[in-house]
Every structure is written in structure tokens, then in C-alpha cells.
């Protein structure tokens, strides 16, 4: 049963337009979401995080919005740069529990020249 | 320069072999975790340590044991028991268990001749 689902494999976006990637959840006990960045035979590197009580965190290019009542984040990035090419994982936690963070199986962003 | 290391970058397996994949942190991190990923899946949970001389199975165990007998260092041993060990493994460490963010290794891809 996948906690965790991201539901677009690939995703394709030109360069200089908003990228945004989807991700829903379905353990209503989650309160605390991150998103990860992984290029080919290297390990994921954390890019943002939000916590329930939010429902918008930023950091320069990237925003992640997270919509509690429909159990549904999105991560925004704009714009978006060759360097951004890569798998984007979404993950979830109940941090107030100890629970262990659940990966989605990520998607895949190609920027187009 | 603090990080984690892991070794080799790539390993080949005989069938019937035992393997040890390693990992290293500097970070001072109390909790070590090994993931494996497989082609369009997410990070699949082996093994996680909370602190030093203990450790806890995740959801994929099976085939797979651990140490972890220093802080520094999370091994991870792939045992002829594991039936499909041909993966992309993943060493991560986090300040503490499940509550912080997860900082990982460059990865360990191992093969199966």
C-alpha cells in the first residue's frame, strides 16, 4: 500500500517556465514533508521541507505547497534551469510519532532547451 | 569537510558470495539508515540504527544484516539469502532517528554475475 504516491513518472518543462511536480499522500498522521533531488548514480540531496502547520514554504527558486484537506503537495520551481534535470522524491513523516519517512518512487523532470 | 562516504562505487557479487557494503559519516550523526533503490522505485527501507549497538530491520530486512559497533560506521552485508540483490543501495545518517533531515551517501551499485 503506497503512503506515498507520486503519479507522474516524467515530467517535461522548457527552460525559464515553472516547473511543478505533484505528490499525495494518503496517512492522515503525516505532518511533516520534505522533497529530495537526486541526479543518476549519485545519492538524493534534501532541497525543502514543510511542516502541517504550514502550507507554503520557500527558498529561493523552489516553493513547496502543501494542501492538508486533500492530502496533496506540490513543489514549484521557477525558473527552471538545465541544472534542475533530475528525479524529484517526495517524502512524508509523522515526526510527533517517530515514524520512519516514507519515499514516493519519484518523478522524473527533463528541462528542455 | 564533513560527510558520508560509501565503498566501493560499484561491486560485482558471485552467486552464493556475501558482500559488505560500507559506510562512514563525520557529521556526528546519531542515526544511520541503508535504503536500496531499483529502477522506478522509490527508497525501499533495509535497516536503521538509532544509536550505537543497536539497529532495527525496515521493511525490506530479509537477506541483509548490519553493525554498527562505532557511531562512524553502518555496514551493510548482502547475504547469498538475498535472491535479488542487483540494486542501487543507499547509506544516509540524521542527527536523530526519523526527526531530522536525512543526509546521504553517493551510493553503491551492486551486481550479480
Known amino acids: 500500500d503506497q503512503q506515498v504516491k507520486q503519479n507522474s513518472p516524467s515530467l517535461s518543462v522548457q527552460e525559464g517556465r515553472i516547473s511543478i511536480l505533484n505528490c499525495d499522500y494518503t496517512?492522515?498522521?503525516?505532518?511533516?514533508f520534505l522533497w529530495y533531488k537526486k541526479y543518476p548514480a549519485e545519492g538524493p540531496t534534501f532541497l525543502i521541507s514543510?511542516?502541517?502547520?504550514?502550507d507554503k514554504n520557500e527558498d529561493g527558486r523552489f516553493t513547496v505547497f502543501l494542501n492538508k484537506s486533500a492530502k496533496h503537495l506540490s513543489l514549484h520551481i521557477v525558473p527552471s534551469q538545465p541544472g534542475d534535470s533530475a528525479v524529484y522524491f517526495c517524502?512524508?513523516?509523522?515526526?510527533?510519532?517517530?515514524?520512519?519517512?516514507?519515499f514516493g518512487k519519484g518523478t522524473r523532470l527533463h528541462i528542455l532547451p | 569537510d564533513g560527510g558520508i562516504t560509501q565503498s566501493p562505487k560499484y561491486l560485482f557479487r558471485k552467486e552464493g558470495q556475501n558482500v559488505t557494503l560500507s559506510c562512514e559519516q563525520n557529521?556526528?550523526?546519531?542515526?544511520m539508515y541503508w535504503y536500496r533503490q531499483d529502477p522506478g522505485q522509490g527508497l525501499r527501507l533495509i535497516y536503521y540504527?538509532?544509536?550505537?549497538?543497536?539497529?532495527q530491520k525496515g521493511d525490506i530486512a530479509e537477506g541483509y544484516s548490519v553493525s554498527r559497533e562505532k557511531k562512524e560506521s553502518f555496514p551493510l552485508t548482502v547475504t547469498s539469502a538475498q535472491k535479488n540483490p542487483t540494486a542501487f543501495y543507499l547509506c544516509?545518517?540524521?542527527?536523530?532517528?526519523?526527526?531530522?533531515?536525512?543526509?546521504f551517501g553517493p551510493g553503491t551499485r551492486l551486481l550479480v554475475l
Open positions: 544516509a545518517s540524521s542527527m536523530k532517528v526519523w526527526r531530522e533531515t536525512q543526509y
Open positions: 496517512n492522515s498522521m503525516f505532518d511533516y
Open positions: 514543510i511542516s502541517s502547520i504550514k
Open positions: 517524502a512524508a513523516s509523522a515526526r510527533g510519532r517517530d515514524d520512519k519517512i516514507i
Open positions: 557529521l556526528n550523526h546519531d542515526a
Open positions: 540504527s538509532q544509536i550505537v549497538n543497536d539497529f
